[in-house]
C-alpha cells in the first residue's frame, strides 16, 4: 500500500488546499504503481503546531497573514 505522510504548519492549508494535494498524491501514486494501488493508497496531512518546528536551528511560526482561510 503506498502510503505519504505530509507535515505542514498548522493553519497553512485551507481544506480544499488538502484535499487537492490528497487527490493529486494519490494520482502520482497510481501513474507511478498502477491503477491497482489507487484504492490502496493513503495520504495522511499532519498539521504542527504553530512554534512547533523549526530550520536550521530557529523556531519557526507562521505569520498571522500567512494562514489559509478554509
Given at each position: 500500500m503506498p502510503f505519504a505522510n505530509i507535515k505542514v504548519?498548522?493553519?497553512a492549508l485551507?481544506?480544499?488546499q488538502k484535499e487537492e494535494i490528497v487527490q493529486r498524491v494519490?494520482?502520482?501514486f497510481?501513474?507511478?504503481f498502477s491503477e491497482a494501488a489507487r484504492p490502496h493508497t493513503m495520504?495522511?496531512?499532519e498539521e504542527?503546531?504553530?512554534g512547533g518546528y523549526?530550520?536550521?536551528g530557529e523556531?519557526?511560526?507562521i505569520p498571522e497573514g500567512h494562514r489559509a482561510a478554509d
Open positions: 504548519p498548522e493553519a485551507s481544506g480544499a494519490t494520482d502520482m497510481a501513474h507511478y495520504v495522511l496531512i504542527v503546531k504553530d523549526g530550520r536550521a523556531v519557526f511560526r
